[in-house]
């Protein structure tokens, strides 16, 4: 996550699944951003209740939750890949 001034804070996908070589995230990060207190949720994380429970449990005001969907070259509930020239 960056601001005006750069880099505020980082935070990893808990739930990495889709690539062996995509190290998953151990923990729930919380940041300050001009006083609000604010979490990332990465794609699938935000499928799981239990996680935005937690961040709202640690605090969180704000969760950002980047999701992509469909594009995978497995089959998925509901995707598929997204043509290229799209």
Known sequence: MVGPNGLINAH?????????????????NIYDIHGWEASI?????????ENNRIVAILGTKILFAPHQTGSFDFPAAGMGIIPREL
Do not use: M
């Open 41 to 49: 949720l990465i794609c699938y994380d935000n499928q799981l209740v």
């Open 12 to 28: 990893r996908k808990l739930h990495a699944f889709e690539n062996s070589a995509i190290i998953p995230g151990n923990k729930y």
